[in-house]
Nanobody, 117 residues
């Protein structure tokens, strides 16, 4: 099983980034995919998730990013995405991808996002 995040970078406030999470080794389409972030000195927090399985996926967001971030997935490419707009200093942190289905729970290694002027 592998989850490989990419797309993190240094960006100015107000800028945008799109993170990707490329997955392999499990049936991606079944899994709920989530994005977490961990700011320096803080606990890891859930920011966005998107359901898996049959039917159209449902997305959900933390109050802190709703309207600012958009989570999506491409089951053919086995990849989840996080589009982040209007970035703020407080969005700085390591962003982790998570895949969850039944008792299975997998994590990526994280990608650093730094919002700084």
């Amino acid at each position: 099983v592998q989850l490989v995040e990419s797309g993190g970078a240094l960006v100015q406030p107000g800028g945008s980034l799109k993170l990707s999470c490329a997955c392999s080794g499990f049936t991606f389409s079944r899994y709920e995919m989530s994005w977490y972030r961990q700011a320096p000195g803080k606990e890891r927090e859930l920011v966005a998730s998107i359901t898996g399985g049959l039917g159209d996926p449902d997305a959900d967001y933390s109050d802190s990013v709703r309207g600012q971030f958009t989570v999506s997935r491409n089951n053919d490419r086995k990849t989840a995405y996080l589009q982040m707009n209007s970035l703020k200093f407080t969005d700085t942190g390591v962003y982790f991808c998570n895949a969850k289905w039944m008792a299975n729970n997998y994590w990526g290694q994280g990608t650093q996002v730094t919002v700084s002027s």
